[in-house]
Nanobody, 117 residues
Framework: EVQVVESGGGSVPTGGSLRLSCTAS????????VVWYRQKPGEECLMVST???????YFTNFIEGRVAISFEHTKPTEYLWLSSLTPEDSAVYHC???????????WGQGTQVTVSA
């Protein structure tokens, strides 16, 4: 079974950028959707992006225009590039495989993104 783990979070000022990583072990990322989520304390798990096995990408409206996806074949890793960040983007970011699921944010540790005002 393919497992994924996210990393790359940190603290940045408003307007800053971060690159988050979703790295697979036990297989590749090509057989499933790769989905990024974020969750703020006490709030629901929201989809940020989805990459299909065919390489199509979809972004949620609140992040569209400030996000990009790239893929590293050697790891394998999908990178989520976040830019023009604001405090509203502060959340724990998660990645998971498969069809988007509202419980995905509970499946792993996530990586914290904190944007200061």
């Amino acid at each position: 079974e393919v497992q994924v783990v996210e990393s790359g979070g940190g603290s940045v000022p408003t307007g800053g950028s971060l690159r988050l990583s979703c790295t697979a072990s036990g297989g590749t990322l090509h057989g499933s959707n790769v989905v990024w989520y974020r969750q703020k304390p006490g709030e629901e798990c929201l989809m940020v992006s989805t990459t299909s096995p065919g390489g199509q990408t979809y972004f949620t409206n609140f992040i569209e225009g400030r996000v990009a996806i790239s893929f590293e074949h050697t790891k394998p890793t999908e990178y989520l590039w976040l830019s023009s960040l604001t405090p509203e983007d502060s959340a724990v970011y998660h990645c998971a495989l498969g069809i988007p699921d509202i419980y995905a944010c509970s499946w792993g540790q996530g990586t914290q993104v904190t944007v200061s005002a």
